[in-house]
T-cell receptor, first 111, second 116 residues
Framework: DQQVKQNSPSLSVQEGRISILNCDYT??????FLWYKKYPAEGPTFLIS?????DKNEDGRFTVFLNKSAKHLSLHIVPSQPGDSAVYFC??????????FGTGTSLTVIP | KAGVTQTPRYLIKTRGQQVTLSCSPI?????VSWYQQTPGQGLQFLFE???????NKGNFPGRFSGRQFSNSRSEMNVSTLELGDSALYLC???????????????FGSGTRLTVV
């Protein structure tokens, strides 16, 4: 049973616009959330994180929003750049011992 | 600083065989986790080793096993391979384990295993 879900397998956005990637989870005990970015033939690289004590975390062009009551988080990329084209995974954990990953969303930024 | 190194990058095996994959973590990292990535399933947690001890285990059959050596290098073994074991196997290292080391996960590039 998938505890972390990314319901959009793919997303296309024009360069300069906002990309919004969504992630839903089922376990209310999850306290730590991370986003990873993956290029083909490479391992995932850490992008940004948030813990349950916050509802927003920003790092440059990347912002993650957490809505605990809705068990939903989203990653905003503004402005989107062609180099952002990759697969994005969200991951969640309760204790930090085991992470549950979503199935990924493939983002294409069109120049 | 060298990243996480996984060997081999690609592997083709026959059903029923066994396979061993290797992962060298970032220097100083003591925790190594293994994940299986298949299309449509995302990354599925296999297990985590810390200081040569398995700390956590995912929901995989006993054919999947691992170990960690005193230098923190880790190996994963899959016995009696099945076609469904074809996947990208990723390892990730971090300095410690648990909540104190949440944001330190670094992944290797993976080993692509194909079972025929």
């Amino acid at each position: 049973d998938q505890q972390v879900k990314q319901n959009s397998p793919s997303l296309s956005v024009q360069e300069g616009r906002i990309s919004i990637l969504n992630c839903d989870y089922t376990n209310s005990m999850f306290d730590y959330f991370l986003w990873y970015k993956k290029y083909p033939a490479e391992g995932p690289t850490f992008l940004i994180s948030i813990s349950s004590i916050k509802d927003k975390n920003e790092d440059g062009r990347f912002t993650v929003f957490l809505n605990k009551s809705a068990k939903h988080l989203s990653l905003h990329i503004v402005p989107s750049q062609p180099g952002d084209s990759a697969v994005y995974f969200c991951a969640a954990s309760d204790t930090g011992n085991q992470f549950y990953f979503g199935t990924g969303t493939s983002l294409t930024v069109i120049p | 600083k060298a990243g996480v190194t996984q060997t081999p990058r690609y592997l083709i095996k026959t059903r029923g065989q066994q396979v061993t994959l290797s992962c060298s973590p970032i220097s100083g990292h003591r925790s190594v986790s293994w994940y299986q990535q298949t299309p449509g399933q995302g990354l599925q947690f296999l297990f985590e080793y810390f200081s040569e001890t398995q700390r956590n285990k995912g929901n995989f059959p006993g054919r999947f096993s691992g170990r960690q050596f005193s230098n923190s290098r880790s190996e994963m073994n899959v016995s009696t391979l099945e076609l469904g074991d074809s996947a990208l196997y990723l390892c990730a290292s971090r300095p410690g384990a648990g909540a104190g080391s949440i944001f330190g996960y670094t992944f290797g590039s993976g080993t692509r295993l194909t079972v025929v």
